[in-house]
């Protein structure tokens, strides 16, 4: 075993490359380990190819509105499906090699391998040992895959394969209908392929208030087939794979596990911590500092099981990064909460949820974007915005929505969530016309009625004309 360096870094996905950067800055004796694929898992097989995807399929979709434009010719429009993948690969390989460039470089302090932990500060890869002051974990997650539809060999794919298809069968089943299931449904539906989806989950897409699931429900179902509450189960079928949920049954040519993804924890030895684990394995980890229990250890992005998105994982990896390196452990204030799913329309889940809600002192705000004049002049007029707010304060709290610009607006609402802004002091900010933004504000004033009244000179309070072309 070789000198003790200042840092093992083991994984080098989103959190292992912020980790890096961080360790760098403070020092040259660290290690960075990592098992498979480089590029993470984000510009590999998750954000960046899956809305490639989803911008061709929806340029394509977008032919039906053309009559409505007075465009005509749309309908004999078609889609070269292996040409749309050929292009989603490119792009893939394109972000791919960007994130390797954070390791090229590193020559001897880039080590590929399968690392296992035997204590808190030792780590064996290849029958080799290396020892160092702190480690930090951050070896990702993968799509859950039920051993026994591995049995039904390319008949099934995850989201870690499907962009590596030539071309797209006539009948796909989509099992899972979260974020990723539903986004792919509906790409691949709006591609040409006859998909049906399925979830065990009653609400889609993350989404916990009941209004807005039942009008994403409604809005997907005009492009796909899909069935919740209920597990799936398959079994061969002479011209492909039956799919079983409740009464229905389906014969499809392949089947699209979208269950969810699971750490990369198994067989890295985190029971050689001496620290309790729970039921699935994992360890305590303090989300403010990503360290375990009080170990020289630390557990960042996907691998912990917190949150799999990229921005979560790189600001755990920072302070994973930091705290590796620091004499005394900082805590760190985490971002407000913030989920976007890119179907159409966007569906967005800013601050609280729902179902996190005190019902008894919250006030609910609603709107509409079936009228709303901006999104009616492209087309786009459809899905529902619900915001929440403190009764007595007034503090905007939360929301859930599936509106057009979704992903745009969650962000002005994390924005407002995480400086403490009231409805009032939203209402303050100026709204040009004719934005889909207008649509936001129509769901603040329904807040603001709810609300004490301010002064009639305060802007806030400004009322709406009750004319859709003005509002």
């Known amino acids: 075993m ?25 020092t040259e004796s660290f290690l960075l380990i990592n098992d498979g694929h480089y590029g993470t898992t984000c510009a590999r097989v998750g954000c960046m190819p899956s809305k490639a995807l989803i911008e061709a399929a929806s340029a394509f979709h977008r032919r039906h509105s053309f009559e409505a434009f007075g465009i005509r010719g749309g309908s004999g429009l078609s889609v070269d499906v292996p040409a749309v993948l050929r292009r989603v690969r490119a792009l893939r390989d394109d972000f791919v090699g960007g994130t390797l460039q954070a390791t090229d470089e590193l020559g001897e302090r880039n080590l590929p391998g399968r690392a296992r932990l035997l204590d808190p500060q ?12 702190r480690i930090v974990i951050a070896t990702g997650s993968q799509p859950v895959l039920p051993a026994p539809w591995r049995a039904f060999g390319e008949r099934i794919v995850t989201t870690d394969s499907l962009f590596e298809l030539a071309t797209l069968p006539r009948r796909m089943a989509v099992i899972g209908l979260g974020a990723i299931g539903v986004e792919i449904a509906q790409a691949l539906s709006r591609l040409g392929v ?6 065990s989950n009653p609400l889609l897409a993350g989404i916990s208030d009941e209004v807005v699931d039942q009008e994403l429900r409604q809005l997907l179902q005009r492009e796909f087939s899909l069935h919740t509450g209920a597990s799936a189960e398959l079994t061969d079928a ?27 924890i198994e067989g890295i030895g985190l029971e050689t911590l001496g620290v309790e684990l729970d039921a699935r394995g994992m360890p305590p980890v303090n989300p403010n500092t990503q360290q375990i229990a009080d170990l020289p250890v630390f557990l960042a992005g996907d691998a912990n099981g917190r949150a799999a998105l990229l921005h979560e994982a790189a600001d755990e990896g920072h302070i994973a990064g930091i705290n590796a390196m620091a004499a005394e452990r900082r805590c760190f204030r985490r971002r407000t909460p913030l989920a976007i799913v890119f179907a159409d329309p966007n569906v967005a889940v800013v601050g609280q949820r729902f179902a996190e ?5 919250t006030v609910i705000g609603q709107a509409s974007f079936k009228r709303q004049g901006r999104a009616r002049t492209a087309e786009r007029n459809k899905g529902v915005m619900r915001l929440y707010a403190d009764q007595r304060s007034g503090r905007l709290l939360g929301g859930e929505m599936c509106v057009p610009a979704g992903e745009h607006m969650a962000h002005v609402l994390a924005l407002a969530v995480d400086r403490g802004l009231s409805v009032q002091e939203l209402l303050r900010l100026p709204f040009y016309h004719p934005v889909l933004e207008e649509g936001m504000r129509s769901a603040l004033r329904e807040l603001s009625a709810q609300l004490p009244s301010g002064s009639d000179s305060d802007l806030a309070s400004c009322g709406a004309y009750q004319l859709e072309a003005l509002d």
């Open 122 to 133: 030792t780590v064996e890869v290849d029958g080799r040992r290396y020892r160092a002051r």
């Open 2 to 26: 070789a000198k003790t360096l200042d840092v093992i870094i083991i994984g080098a996905g989103s959190a292992g490359l912020a980790a890096l950067r961080e360790v760098r800055k403070r």
């Open 194 to 199: 006859e998909v049906t989806g399925f979830g």
């Open 357 to 361: 809600l005190d019902q008894a002192s």
């Open 238 to 264: 002479p011209d492909g794979v039956e799919v079983r949920s409740g009464a229905l049954r389906v014969v499809v040519d392949q089947v699209i596990a979208a269950i969810g993804r699971r750490p990369n």
